[in-house]
């Protein structure tokens, strides 16, 4: 069982971090091993509120960058792999990164690889960045492979950053279009509700279906709080079966804005991560299975899966691909390009910079259509909250004059 401990060193410096044991016992005995002093020992569910909230203990895309990065440095620069993990845990800022590297200089000063004390940390490393740190051992090229990777990790942000920020803006302008109306629902409509009953207005039929839906969220809400629950507990339940999550992918690159944006971003992560796990020295094969396994769409995953058993079977990369309606041309003929020259690993570095381009284009496509569809759409349900309120009171005011 993973264990978390604190404890001091001789020159009383207090240290955190994880440890592999079967009990507190035996953890206790292998930090006294190790010349420090155990305070605390706990099972790694049970350390506090970070159980509760995991943001807390949570080691951001932007850390691990940040640890490839200086890795690679120091490793170039002729440090010892502890030298490199000892001065990387005094400059981190984020105590579970700091944590981690803890873990992984015991795993190195017990005799551990580098590739073998990260798998314990699979929330942390993913299995390509583990693969290619297991590559590079036997290579030999730990530091050329470790800034290749700090270079994909950074382009994968940098991806991801675009299009949260692209979307960032239509997102806040929705949240904020409901809860107005929630607002207007709650302490506004039931105002106006007891006017008109007051009066004794006859109501046309939208504000009848305002003033229902005001009730609604006034006595209630607890209904919609349970429904929502409950259809939120069994969309999970399905989308987390094949099929389900199968159909949801499938849609997905149908959506009219969204879909090519997405399947692109696919393309760029897929022939990126591809070209970095050939050029660290790794199987054609074992590169298709590792890559599909980032691209996060079943369909893609599938697809690349297929290709990966064709190419097993003697058929060329880029032939294989031509069977598939997924694949662009455009990559196709740069992987067949990069198999006739025996430069794949360019060829596919180049395919991934053409699909970053097309994504960063389509983001600000997106960006200018979604401005004007979500002011029209903003505006529809404003005019119409305001025409179903005002209707009954301008139908008053045309009978009396």
Same mark, same amino acid.
């Given at each position: ?60 895309p932007g850390d691990i960058i940040f ?34 590297i803890e873990g992984i200089i015991s ?139 199968? &159909? #949801?992918? !499938?849609? =997905?690159? %149908?959506?009219?804005?969204? @879909?090519?944006?997405?399947?692109? +971003? ?39 899966? &297929? #290709?990966? !058993?064709? =190419?097993? %079977?003697?058929?060329?990369? @880029?032939?294989?691909?031509?069977? +598939? ?77």
């Open positions: 069982m993973r264990l978390y401990y604190r404890a001091v060193t001789k020159d009383g410096k207090t240290i955190r971090g994880l440890v592999e044991a079967k009990d507190v016992k035996e953890a206790a005995t292998y930090l006294r091993n190790h010349q420090f002093i155990p305070i605390q020992i706990l099972p790694e569910n049970k350390t506090g509120l970070a159980h509760y909230l995991p943001f807390l203990r949570r080691v951001k640890f490839t990065r200086q890795l690679a440095s120091m490793i170039t620069s002729g440090l010892t792999l502890i030298q490199a993990m000892n001065i990387l845990k005094n400059q981190t800022q984020n105590a579970a990164l700091e944590e981690v795993d190195i000063e017990d005799g551990a690889m580098l590739s073998k004390a990260l798998e314990k940390y699979p929330h942390v490393f993913s299995p390509i960045y583990i693969a290619l740190i297991k590559t590079a051992e036997v290579s030999g090229l730990l530091d050329k492979v470790l800034t290749r990777l700090a270079d994909n990790l950074e382009k994968n942000d940098k991806l991801v950053r675009t299009i949260r920020g692209a979307l960032m803006y239509p997102v806040i302008v929705v949240i904020m279009m409901i809860l107005v109306m929630v607002v207007m629902m709650i302490f506004v409509i039931p105002q106006l509700t007891v006017l008109y009953g007051d009066l004794n207005l006859p109501l046309p039929a939208a504000t009848v279906f305002i003033i229902s839906v005001s009730n609604f969220f006034i006595y209630d809400w607890y209904i919609a709080i349970a429904l929502a629950a409950l259809a939120f507990y069994y969309i999970r339940q399905w989308y987390n079966k094949p099929q389900g999550r199968k &159909t #949801v992918d !499938k849609y =997905v690159l %149908k959506l009219p804005i969204f @879909g090519r944006m997405i399947s692109d +971003s696919i393309m760029a992560e897929f022939s990126r991560t591809l070209s970095l796990m050939i050029s660290s020295g790794s199987l054609v094969v074992e590169s298709l299975l590792k890559s599909g396994d980032v691209v996060g769409n079943v369909l893609y995953k599938e697809e690349i899966g &297929t #290709v990966a !058993k064709r =190419v097993e %079977k003697g058929i060329s990369m @880029g032939s294989a691909m031509e069977t +598939s309606t997924l694949f662009p041309p455009i990559i196709i003929e740069m992987v067949k390009i990069g198999e006739q020259t025996g430069k794949l690993d360019a060829s596919l570095l180049k395919a991934s910079d053409y699909f970053e381009r097309e994504v960063e284009e389509k983001v600000k496509v997106m960006s200018t259509l979604l401005e004007p569809i979500i002011m029209v759409m903003l505006a529809i349900g404003v005019g119409f909250l305001i025409i179903s309120i005002i209707t009954p009171i301008y139908n008053l005011i045309s009978n009396i004059s």
